[in-house]
């Protein structure tokens, strides 16, 4: 059953265990800071493996050109 008022939906457990209001709205938005940031990291990662990826064959041609 989904709560009713609205500082129950936002906050959850934590508001239950007695925690304030804007306690538990501060644990929330710290969650989603640090979800987002690893979220961008791992996209990071990610991007840099493409590039890698997209350049590394080019290079290695090169490479052995220039030794024969």
Do not use: I, T, W, Y
Request: glycine residues 4%; contains cysteine; aromatic residues 2%.
């Amino acid at each position: 059953m989904r709560p009713k008022n609205s500082k129950e939906r936002v906050n959850g457990d934590e508001h239950r265990k007695g925690k304030s209001f804007r306690e538990c709205l501060r644990s929330r938005v710290k969650r989603s800071q640090e979800a987002a940031l690893q979220k961008f990291k791992r996209e990071e990662k990610e991007r840099k493996k493409r590039k890698a990826e997209d350049e590394g064959p080019s290079q290695k041609k090169k490479r052995s050109c220039r030794k024969e």
